[in-house]
Structure formats: C-alpha cells, structure tokens
C-alpha cells in the first residue's frame, strides 16, 4: 500500500501543475471562439475574432515583424551555432571549459535584465534603440539554446566516422558535408526551431530595443492590453501559441534523436 501512495501523490502532483499552467491558456483560447466580446457563458462558437483578426492592421504588421526578426535570428544564431557547436565537441582548446560554462548564465538570467543591460550596451557604443540592436541582441539570447541544442547530439554522435573518412583520404569539406553535417542535422534543425521560437515570443528584449514605430507581436499585444483588451488579442494569441507548442514538440523529436 505504501509502495503505491508515492507514484499516486507524484501523478495528482503533476496533475495539479498541469492544469495550474495550462487551464488559462486554454481558458484563453476558447473564449477567442466565443462570439461575445464580453465572455458571457455558456460559449457560442464563432470566428467572429479570427476574421476581425485580419482587419487589424497594428497586429498583422507587428506578427509579420515578429516574423522577419525570428527567421533572421534563427539564420545567423544556427550558423553561429553550428560553428560553435563543431569547435566544442571535437576540438581541444584552453578556453573550452570556459566557454562552455558561460553557456548557461544568459539561459538563467532573466530576460528583463538581459534587456535592460543591453539597452545600455547599445546606448554606449551609439547604437541605441534599432533595428541592428534588437537584431544582435535576440541572436545573442538564442545562441546559447543553439549551441546547447548542437553540442548534445555531436556529443552523442561517433567521431570514428569521420577519423575513417579522413584516413581513406577525404578532405575536412568533404568529410564535413558528407559525415559531420548528416549526423548533427537533426540538431541543427531542433536548434533552429529553438532560435525561431525564443525570438519570436520574446517581449522583454524587443520592448527595451525596438525603435520608435517598430513593433513585434508581444509588445502589440501588451500595448493593446493598456489601452483596453479585445477579443481580438485571444485570436492572435491562440495562433501564436498553437504555431509555438508545434515547433516546440517538433525540436523536442529532433532532440530525442528516436
């Protein structure tokens, strides 16, 4: 009986954690069907918001940068990550052991004062609040995840591979792109999705260093919320959170390798 009384309080434990992070999400979405501006109950099913949606020009500009900034992160962050990621895991430098244990602190900090002490990095060295500021700084945030992500499954791959390719005579690019590459690609992509993911749901970094009349789509929304909520805001937010938890669960796959 006692054997079974831990696994159960484990189960109602999770249970309880789950349902605490999820049911207002989920509370969110359905009230984004519902035809009410004013959540009256029970729920009428409509796609009254979702076609209001398209109307709002303020949040399709703001998706579309969110958009723009994200798929530019994740280029620069998974090329850098890739690099990076190849020098860790087969090569042996003095400053490894360094540089891998400074991949974590920007993973722990919290993004507020990661924003806040990159405003005033920028605001030094004359860059101030831009374009190329929010730009390095999101690549900056993401590449940690990227390394982190690539680094693992070099990690887990067999070097002997390519040590055979090169003794039968293929060069470095060769043994690169037709040993190494093959290998880490499903890291390559989980990172990817991660650089895209962390950059696009991200406020606090954006808020502090876009310029004046650039706005991605969590400051849109947390502007709208001041100013006066809509139903409208469920709409994009449902989207975003249903495109988000797909990439998520789809790097998840890549990263469990199975």
Known sequence: MKNRIGPLLTYIYLLAFLVFLYAPVLAMMAMSFNRSPLYALPIQLDLRWFRALMNNKRLIQATGNSIVLALANMATATVIGTSASLALARYQFKAKKVLSV?????????????????LLFFQLLGLGRSLSSMYVAHVAVSLPYAILVITARLAGSDSSLEEAAMSLGANPVITFLRITFPLMLPGVLAAALFSFTVSFDNFAISYFLAPPGVSTLPVEIYSAIRKGFTPEINAIATITFAVSMIMVLMADRLVRFD
Do not use: E
Not at 102 to 118: F, G
């Open 102 to 118: 400074l991949l974590v602190p920007p993973i722990a900090i919290p993004w507020l004062i990661l924003a806040v002490s990159m």
